[in-house]
């Protein structure tokens, strides 16, 4: 006799995970597992509004049991208030959850497929774009940036874009897993390009280079790197740009991040076929060497703020040498 059973760790589930060929990832918030006779013969995680490692044993497929570990968990997330799950899957097994009430945001072939249940979801998400975009005419780009912190590169990416386009949509990473939070971030941008009138700044969300759609952006893995980049590139091309008119999306060279430096080739590779224009400027320089955010990381971490000085703009100095910037500036120091 099948059951459903909660369980208190990861630990339990090992095995199963291992036979099946799956990766164990430890950050989980829920786990459950369907028992046969005492025998763990399925399971699957939650976290935060991931579904995760779900496992059947190859000696029980075919018994539905995959439908019953996801309707387990999406009633648990829904009696805990979460609304909205996503799961990443291979593209061919898109079909096998389609009747579980799951819709598909991204098939990124050959790496993987994201769907998700619920709402708020993508086309909440676009509607909100939409808003934000108005009568769409002219030509509109795209930046996407992290700008940890905002510098002198950000900013001639955006006063080029700007130069070239009618409207520029400049999208935040809102993930707060940078050094320099999410709320300051985009302070910063926004008063820091506030000269600029067809420039608007506005919040990346979950749908833009997260942990959901981007994960190893902030691993730093780059073999997941490719998949997970290819996953967000369709996100884009499928939901954001058509929801703000985007014909070009610009971006700078990447002399320092292999994993960033994956993520604009894929671009490249998904967009301009696909009739984005892609534009890829080379990074503006200072003292021989390329602008960058963890160069001023690098240099605030030394205490050297005359250098730094000369990397970013005047409203991003302003906050560094602020009683506000002091608890970031501590946490750079201790590394």
Not at 137 to 144: R, T
Request: aromatic share 10%; glycine share 6%; hydrophobic share 40%.
């Amino acid at each position: 006799m099948l059951e459903e059973r909660s369980l208190p760790n990861i630990n339990q589930v090992e095995t199963l995970i291992k036979s099946c060929g799956l990766s164990i990832n430890y950050s989980v918030d829920y786990t459950m597992g369907i028992f046969y006779d005492d025998e763990l013969v399925a399971t699957g995680s939650l976290y935060e509004d991931m579904i995760q490692m779900v496992a059947i044993s190859p000696y029980y497929q075919g018994n539905d049991l995959s439908a019953i570990v996801i309707t387990h968990l999406v009633n648990y997330a829904f009696n805990k208030g979460i609304t909205n799950l996503h799961l990443f899957t291979n593209p061919d097994k898109v079909g096998m959850f389609l009747p579980m009430g799951f819709n598909t945001v991204a098939i990124a072939k050959p790496y993987a497929a994201l769907m998700e249940w619920g709402k708020p979801g993508i086309a909440e998400y676009c509607n909100i774009l939409k808003a934000q975009a108005g009568d769409i005419n002219g030509s509109a780009s795209a930046i996407v940036m992290n700008c940890n912190p905002f510098t002198l590169g950000h900013r001639y990416l955006i006063e080029t874009a700007a130069s070239e386009n009618s409207k520029v949509y400049v999208m935040v990473v809102q993930e707060n897993l940078s050094v320099f939070p999410f709320d300051v971030r985009y302070k910063l941008i926004r008063e820091g390009t506030s000269y600029l009138p067809n420039v608007t700044v506005i919040p990346g969300g979950r749908y833009v280079v997260s942990s959901l759609t981007f994960p190893s952006y902030f691993t730093k893995d780059t073999e997941l790197a490719h998949a997970h980049c290819a996953v967000d590139v369709e996100i884009f091309l499928k939901h954001i740009a058509p929801a703000l008119g985007i014909t070009r999306r610009y971006v700078g060279t990447e002399p320092y991040s292999p994993v960033t430096e994956i993520y604009n080739e894929t671009m490249k590779k998904r967009l301009i076929p696909a009739g984005i224009e892609l534009v890829e400027l080379a990074r503006i320089e200072k003292s021989g060497a390329a602008i960058s955010a963890s160069r001023v990381r690098q240099l605030l971490a030394q205490g050297n703020l005359e250098a730094v000085k000369e990397l970013v703009p005047e409203i991003t100095f302003n906050y560094l040498i602020s009683e506000a910037a002091k608890p970031v500036l501590s946490k750079i120091r201790k590394g």
